[in-house]
């Protein structure tokens, strides 16, 4: 239980990361200020357009007498939007590191180079293009498991108490675990280290991604928020993957680094 606190920490020595380092911070800010921007566009236009929408799909309801037909298209229409919502939950991470790659690229390698004992950051070799290919698949491939387990927890939710409960804790560490890969492939893509081994890398140490994803994942419920602490999520991503390879690392951080469990653990090779 204590790699709980350990990810926690982890987050928190992130925020102070780029709060130390303000030209890093304000550089970090700006990918996120623009899916914001979008996001809330997609969700206003929805808002405005969403009953026009559910109406259009929904002819067969047009003879139904009041109240019900109002309930009814009013009941579509907020579990539209609802559904919406949690999708950008779900993909904001996603879609700002995409849109934010040179940035977050840029913060993780000054936060390898601060904390390296030899002031250096891995590189992965790669063109601009292949790097951007590479995040922009495997992001996909992690919204689409965690839309998946959105599927399964949603029809859980039905379940009388278990579904007010227990569905909605579990639904937060789920988040929290994809988020927390999302956050940790910046640093561990650069180590060219693939999707299988990152979540291979990330269950072996559950509960120290569950300290750093979860409460993440709750702050995260409101976009705005998301925002500002995104650059430090980075950062404190990025510390965590050294901590997950089995790095060293000097300075403050490395008063609170836990050896990896696994001592016969080697990182992979860049290039290999």
Known sequence: MRDLGVGFQYLVQGQRWVARHGKQYGFGLVPGLITLVLYLGALVALALWGPDFVTWATPFADDWSSPWLGLFRGLLTAVLFALALALAVITFTAVTLLIGQPFYENLSEKVDRDVSPDGTAPESGLPLWQELWLSARDSLRIVV?????????????????????????????VTGFFLTEELTAVALQRRRVELRD???????????????????????????????????????????????????????????????????????????
């Open 198 to 272: 990152r979540l291979a890398l990330l269950r072996s140490r559950k509960t120290l991604i569950w300290g750093f994803g979860t409460p993440l994942a709750l702050a995260f419920l409101v976009p705005v928020v998301a925002v500002f602490l995104m650059p430090g999520a980075v950062a404190g991503a990025t510390l965590m993957a050294r901590d997950l390879l089995g790095e060293e690392t000097t300075g403050e951080d490395e008063r609170n680094q836990v050896p990896h469990p696994n001592p016969m653990f080697r990182k992979p090779e860049i290039g290999a």
């Open 145 to 173: 498991r965690a839309l998946l387990w959105a599927v399964l927890l949603f029809a859980l939710g039905f379940v009388p108490f278990i579904g007010q409960t227990v569905v909605p804790v579990i639904g937060f560490f």
